[in-house]
């Protein structure tokens, strides 16, 4: 049993234990490649990778333009998650604060319980030793009172360094997805303005 609770209260920390935590390895791409800047464009379309070809071009960066809004959408989703984890750890940490005054006063609680909608229970609730914490898949555990609140803490501590590192990575992609947006709108511009060129060069052979 002890190495059982052993094994819980490290998922607990670490936060596998919850759906909404962010596990190993789930931080989307946080080395996003840094997107260069199209400065001159003649230069940039005259690479040989590149040869001139804008529509190949503006494919290849519609390509990682796609892929970097999946990843923005992603983080953006996982964010969300936490904050609404940090939240319900918050919750918990409050109420477990009441359970220990309440402790050390030796005084009930009185609350109120939901049975079904609009339909509430009242009851009076003893002063307790220990608390139940949901571990996730169905499966809560007993804790000491401190014991819990230090898990509790923990919890959310790792919560939120995962919430800052996901801020970053949506920051940084979504820099990259500007440059990109900025990139495609000079490549296609620099395009007409060729294909113009070309047209008027076409005009005057014919007429000469």
């Given at each position: 049993m002890s190495e059982l609770k052993d094994k819980l209260d490290e998922s607990l920390a670490s936060g596998d234990g919850q759906p909404n935590s962010i596990k190993k390895g789930q931080l989307m791409n946080t080395q996003i490649a840094t997107v260069e800047f199209v400065e001159d464009v003649d230069a940039f379309m005259g690479r040989p990778e590149n040869g001139s070809e804008a529509q190949i071009v503006l494919k290849r960066m519609e390509e990682t333009y796609s892929r970097m809004k999946i990843i923005e959408a992603n983080n953006v989703g996982t964010k969300r998650r936490l904050k609404n984890q940090i939240q319900e750890l918050d919750k918990s940490l409050e109420m477990l604060e009441v359970l220990k005054k309440r402790k050390s006063e030796s005084k009930e609680i009185t609350n109120h319980f939901r049975l079904a909608d609009h339909?509430?229970?009242?009851?009076?609730?003893?002063?307790?030793?220990?608390?139940?914490?949901?571990?996730?898949?169905?499966?809560?555990?007993?804790?000491?009172?401190?014991?819990?609140?230090?898990?509790?803490?923990?919890?959310?501590?790792?919560?939120e360094s995962n919430l800052k590192a996901t801020q970053d990575i949506i920051d940084n992609v979504r820099e990259q997805i500007t440059v990109t947006e900025v990139n495609m709108a000079r490549i296609y511009n620099w395009d007409v303005k060729r294909r113009q060129a070309e047209k008027e060069k076409g005009k005057g052979g014919s007429g000469s």
């Amino acid at each position: 049993m002890s190495e059982l609770k052993d094994k819980l209260d490290e998922s607990l920390a670490s936060g596998d234990g919850q759906p909404n935590s962010i596990k190993k390895g789930q931080l989307m791409n946080t080395q996003i490649a840094t997107v260069e800047f199209v400065e001159d464009v003649d230069a940039f379309m005259g690479r040989p990778e590149n040869g001139s070809e804008a529509q190949i071009v503006l494919k290849r960066m519609e390509e990682t333009y796609s892929r970097m809004k999946i990843i923005e959408a992603n983080n953006v989703g996982t964010k969300r998650r936490l904050k609404n984890q940090i939240q319900e750890l918050d919750k918990s940490l409050e109420m477990l604060e009441v359970l220990k005054k309440r402790k050390s006063e030796s005084k009930e609680i009185t609350n109120h319980f939901r049975l079904a909608d609009h339909v509430y229970i009242k009851a009076r609730i003893p002063p307790v030793e220990k608390i139940g914490l949901w571990l996730g898949a169905k499966v809560m555990l007993e804790y000491d009172l401190d014991e819990g609140e230090e898990l509790l803490v923990s919890k959310k501590a790792k919560a939120e360094s995962n919430l800052k590192a996901t801020q970053d990575i949506i920051d940084n992609v979504r820099e990259q997805i500007t440059v990109t947006e900025v990139n495609m709108a000079r490549i296609y511009n620099w395009d007409v303005k060729r294909r113009q060129a070309e047209k008027e060069k076409g005009k005057g052979g014919s007429g000469s």
